[in-house]
């Protein structure tokens, strides 16, 4: 197999891609008869399969495969939470955030961020907060770190009790006297 047309179809698949899928499609499609193993083109078909048509199930086996083919493939780990958990395979995603949080050179503050995500989606606010709190220790930029802090607001605003009218009204009265 020549490996320079592979790439090319790689490339020009990760060139298509959002733009032009139909293109992406096709070029990916090449790309996988010459190497069905090909783990550049299996993420981005799991890509394609989750952000343009829904299908978590299929995204999921190509994000699946593309990590078996190379578990060094740093940019899989993200978009494979991210679909486990619209998937809601919570437990599944855990696992994953788990085995990520071991691999050498991977954004570890993305990953605590994905674990903030998950306990606010299964309702473990202050465990929520905790992690988002560690991943804010293990981010690089200034943008990232605005976008923590405002997942944290938003999570203690979840957290504040809400008041009622008869609270509210308890109080005018007290302050009127």
Known sequence: MDTNLLNNYVLKAIDAYP????ETVE????ALSYEAN???ALYLMGRLQAE???DYEKARQYYAEALANKLDFHKVYSKYILVLMWNEDYQEAQKLIDFALTV???NKGEVYLFQGQLFE???KYKKAL???KLAKKHVYNNSFTSFIDSEIKRIKNKMKPKKTKKVKSKKKK???N
């Open 19 to 22: 733009y032009e899928l139909e």
């Open 27 to 30: 070029n990916l499609n090449y």
């Open 38 to 40: 090909n783990a550049y």
């Open 52 to 54: 343009q048509f829904g």
């Open 104 to 106: 050498k050179g991977l």
């Open 121 to 123: 989606i299964l309702q």
């Open 130 to 132: 905790k992690t988002l």
């Open 174 to 176: 007290k302050k009127k």
